[in-house]
């Protein structure tokens, strides 16, 4: 979860080609350090893969990759070796060497529907959507038994937010293939968010049963997950909405972030609420539940976020209802957790799952939040025909392509009110573009996860999100690994409050977009 911190083409570039042959160098100084099994087998291909796919179902991806390039090495024209080496480049997310692997295959053998899958699942953990569908289309054509392809394009259709299509063909993916992790364990992610939560529970139980190489933290993790959602499915109905058509309420802006006075509970007492696009659920803090008396209802591991060690206790609680002005939502999932500020006190987090249900519409100009039903004559007149695309990540944020000066590809930013500055990753930040930007001044970040000291900061001469650009936007350069391992595909960076907040921004979560418009011209 990102909540609330401070402050193409598919074919590689020169730069990346360099970095791409140094990889796979890197990877053949180390085949010395192959598992003793192999030098058996050392000059039978197919038992090196063998032995491999046995190292793969244990979860040592490195090993397996090994003893298959030791097996192409042996037969290098052996077609079964080279994709076996592009799936486990995907596993590690070396994207542009498993594409470049699994293209060459498809190149040689058309009618190869696995070297399709592989292409098109690579394309789509790099952002290339458009280019990901019509790879993994034809690879279902070519052989409608082909799970990793209905897989990867479930994921595609979550990721478009496509809820229902995405459940279908995750479905199919594990009808074909019944012990597939990863398909079992993204069946469940999104049958989880249409609200599905008995077949979530069931689909995360059964990822237990198949997997082998889940450490004991993301099993408690899971399990705790498990306990939550058959919580949810007892309950009659989750995020019930009850109001007028529209209501507006003004915000503060502190350290450029929305904060909203709302209620929990039927209380009177106002509470101080950070808006938080970054984060799918919403967060309470364990300061204020304990006040308001809010018990958790399952917990158990540790989720992933910035700041500190990376990581925080997961603890689940569950509100009667939010009153965000004139609106009110009743049976709201949240979490519960530590808040690491020690200056500015706020109660909690209101995340994407809390307005989804709404136009949601975001006024910096005049320091106005607004919830408008979808379906009122009001939602009609509000202007959306220029919104711009947005992407549902598998973690629940939303996602929008930004092009930066200098950088020829869009990238894909997450889109965080809840975060006062913006963020690009470090790899960008190493971007000969990018790097003579870097800043004096230090930065002290605080994530969700912790604190973090001596942040270096950049000036981005400019940064443009569809047709509108900021030019010197400041940003500071994190390590968003652990955002993309959760995100399913890439993400660059994170725009921030101090880009946001020159705008009014309308959200239409329900077909994935935003629309813009300036302050000046909202106003």
Known sequence: MLSSFFFHSPVPTARSRYRFALLVSAAFFILAAVPASALANENDPKKMVREGDKL????????????????????????????????????????VEAYELSLGVAQANRRNARAYALAGTSLLSLGQFNEARSVLTEAIRLDNNESLAWYSIGLLDYYENRIEESLAN??????????????????????????????????????????????????????????????????????????PEHSALNFTLIGNRPVLEVRINEGEEPLRFVLDTGSGITVISDETAERLKIKPVARGGKAKGLGGDGRFEIVYGFLRSVEIGEMRVRN????????????????????????????TTVDYGKLEFALTRKDSELAKAIPLENAVPLRLTSSGFLSGEVQLEGVEAPLNFIVDTGASVSVISDEIASVESVSPGLRDERMRVIGSAGITEDV????????????????????????????????????????????????????DFKNSRVAFAPVKEAQ
Not at 78 to 94: D, G, M, P
Not at 212 to 230: M, P, S, V
Not at 336 to 354: A, E, M, Q, V
Request: glycine fraction near 6%.
């Open 56 to 95: 793969m179902r244990q979860g040592k991806v490195v090993d397996a990759e090994n003893l298959y390039r030791q097996a192409l090495s042996v037969s290098p024209d052996y077609t079964v070796a080279k994709l076996k080496i592009a799936y486990s480049l995907i596993k590690q997310r070396r994207l």
């Open 170 to 243: 995750l479905r199919e993916a594990v009808f074909h293939d019944p012990r597939d992790t990863d398909a079992m364990f993204s069946l469940a992610q999104v049958a989880a968010r249409s609200e599905k939560y008995k077949e979530a529970a069931d689909a995360y139980r059964r990822f237990l049963q198949i997997s082998r190489n889940t450490d004991d933290e993301r099993r408690e993790r899971i399990q705790g997950l498990i306990d939550f959602l058959e919580y949810l499915g007892s309950r009659t109905a989750i995020y019930t909405t009850s109001g």
């Open 332 to 359: 709201v999932p949240v979490y519960i957790r530590k808040f690491h500020n020690p200056t500015l006190r706020f109660d909690g987090y209101i995340g994407l799952s809390l307005i989804s249900k709404f136009l």
């Open 456 to 507: 270096p900061s950049y000036m981005l001469p400019k940064l443009s999100f569809a047709d509108h650009t900021r030019s010197d936007v400041m940003a500071i350069a994190l390590d968003l690994d652990i955002i993309n391992e959760a995100s399913g595909f890439t993400q660059a960076g994170i725009l921030g409050g101090n880009f946001l907040r020159n705008f009014r921004m309308t959200f």
